[in-house]
């Protein structure tokens, strides 16, 4: 639910970002910080019990969720800004997505080996420690991405459209509804599989 609203603010704000490190590569320099500070928190054991416990586990996970959206939502669109060719379009999007979900099954599978070759107890913030490393890691891809990836010059005038001349093409565009559908199956699918993938290596 939270996403649901953050993205679409997102997407919105990014879309209409201006800056000398570009429209959406600028974001890859200034939220991996606070992005991994909050990654690491959640990972956190505090002294909480009870309501506050819950109190304190919603905020870092809103706080994530929405810096996670605000670096992911322009990463995600940077691929269309990079080249006008579809093509090559496809491809980025390819391999940005293997490469992700080929770090998230090294996350998985490295994150006890981690554990145990640091000495570290899963009862005494062993977890948290692995956060912390894995946000450093992560703050380092960022920063290479930031240097590796780069903007075309906009040379087209955008159109503008408001919001109830939006909805009413979304309302007849059959296809972006296919691909809502085929989207919601496959993040489905993909919960399904990270939810049980820790059981298969345990």
Avoid at 40 to 62: D, E, K
Avoid at 89 to 109: C, D, I
Avoid at 129 to 153: C, D, K, N, R, W
Wanted: with cysteine.
């Amino acid at each position: 639910i939270w996403d649901a609203i953050t993205d679409p603010i997102m997407g919105f704000l990014a879309n209409k970002t201006r800056s000398r490190f570009g429209r959406y590569r600028v974001y890859l320099l200034f939220v991996p910080i606070p992005l991994g500070i909050c990654y690491t928190l959640m990972f956190f054991q505090p002294s909480f019990t009870g309501l506050s416990l819950l109190l304190w586990v919603l905020s870092i996970q809103l706080l994530y969720r929405t810096f996670f959206t605000v670096g992911n939502i322009p990463y995600s669109a940077l691929s269309s800004e990079m080249t006008k060719d579809s093509h090559e379009r496809s491809k980025l999007a390819a391999y940005r997505m293997f490469l992700g979900y080929a770090g998230a099954m090294t996350v998985s599978v490295l994150t006890g080996k981690l554990m145990l070759a640091m000495n570290w107890s899963a009862t005494e913030n062993g977890y948290f420690y692995v956060g912390i490393t894995l946000s450093v890691l992560a703050t380092l891809l960022f920063l290479i991405s930031y240097q590796t990836t780069f903007e075309l010059p906009s040379k087209v005038e955008k159109q503008n459209f408001n919001v109830a001349q939006v909805l009413k093409m979304l309302k007849i565009n059959t296809p972006f509804w296919q691909l809502c559908g085929f989207i919601m199956l496959g993040m489905s699918g993909v919960v399904i599989f990270y939810q049980s993938l820790s059981y298969f290596f345990k």
